[in-house]
């Protein structure tokens, strides 16, 4: 199975909205809704902030909002703060019954 | 509130077999519709899922690995295993544990993560 397709780095100012793609095939992104997005703070643990491509866990903040259409599914943080920037990682079921994550999207908070 | 604590050799030989535990606390490995999952990232890269087991024992595996891996479950100590043979320098990474609530993508609840090096 092939990873996701995320892209390498993004990058907003305060208070912008930025928005990730998480692009795989109908095999995977398009085919289920199972979906989830992490956030990643290098050396620490990551944590969920998306799942089943629109669900936010208790205690994220509403900032943070999952989408997907077709064969991509998206990220998108609002009002970009800097305690923002970190590592952004999609997954997603797959036909074969297993789970594939992207490639990762380094956040920069300009 | 469920805790994961992983644990084993931080140092494996190449061509050797790499096991890990995961220890799981706050709450049955047996209770409730829970998978539990291994994942790791190597040094600068991406996550890679490794596998997945059931309270019953069914376990699925990354099709790229499933030829070196095996996922084992003990519900009498409440932990889940990790081993992969045949280990080489690509294999060391940090290891993580984690558990998804079935029938969903909800993986909310990790590990601290384990590092793993395969050398000699």
């Known amino acids: 199975q092939s990873a996701l397709t995320q892209p390498a780095s993004v990058s907003g100012s305060p208070g912008q909205s930025i928005t990730i793609s998480c692009t795989g095939t109908?095999?995977?992104?398009?085919?289920?809704?199972?979906v989830s997005w992490f956030q990643h703070y290098p050396g620490k643990v990551p944590k969920l902030m998306i799942y089943?491509?629109?669900n936010r866990p208790s205690g994220v903040s509403n900032r943070f909002s999952g989408s997907k259409s077709g064969n991509t599914a998206s990220l998108t943080i609002s009002g970009l703060q800097a305690e923002d920037e970190a590592d952004y990682y999609c997954?997603?079921?797959?036909?074969?019954?297993?789970?594939?994550f992207g490639g990762g999207t380094k956040l920069t908070v300009l | 509130q469920v805790q994961l604590q992983e644990s084993g050799p931080g140092l494996v030989n190449p061509s050797q077999t790499l096991s890990l535990t995961c220890t799981v606390s706050?709450?049955?490995?047996?209770?409730?519709?829970?998978?539990w999952s291994w994942i790791r990232q190597p040094a600068g890269k991406g996550l890679e899922w490794i596998g997945q087991?059931?309270?019953?024992?069914?376990?699925t595996y990354n099709p790229s690995l499933k030829s070196r891996v095996t996922i084992s479950i003990d519900t009498s100590t409440n932990q889940f295993s990790l081993k992969m043979s045949s280990v080489t320098a690509a294999d060391t990474a940090v290891y993580y544990c984690?558990?998804?609530?079935?029938?969903?993508?909800?993986?909310?609840?990790w590990g601290q993560g384990t590092l793993v090096t395969v050398s000699s």
């Open positions: 984690a558990r998804r609530m079935g029938g969903t993508s909800n993986f909310a609840y």
């Open positions: 089943d491509v629109t």
């Open positions: 706050g709450g049955s490995i047996s209770s409730g519709t829970y998978y």
């Open positions: 109908s095999s995977d992104v398009g085919g289920y809704n199972y």
């Open positions: 997954t997603s079921y797959t036909s074969s019954t297993s789970w594939v």
């Open positions: 087991i059931f309270t019953s024992g069914s376990t």
